[in-house]
């Protein structure tokens, strides 16, 4: 299988990570990952590299000001 799909198997099937999403106009994808601690992180970081992804942004939410309460009625 190509690298694209393992690593996007490798994401779903991952227990930190919450949340992926592919971004329009872009191959690039944007994750979500929970970690109880900065070692939990570092493990997955290290397992995300063997993916040879070409560029990596990481952000750290330091707090949550307001998280996900908007619902859409279906």
Request: proline content about 5%.
């Amino acid at each position: 299988p190509n690298q694209r799909i393992e690593l996007i198997n490798f994401l779903i099937e991952n227990p930190n990570v919450n949340t992926v999403n592919e971004l329009a106009g872009s191959p690039d994808l944007m994750i979500e990952t929970i970690h109880k601690d900065f070692k939990s992180y570092n493990e997955f970081f290290n397992k995300l590299q063997n993916f040879k992804p070409k560029k990596i942004q990481q952000f750290q939410i330091i707090q949550d000001i307001k998280n996900e309460e908007f619902q859409i009625k279906m």
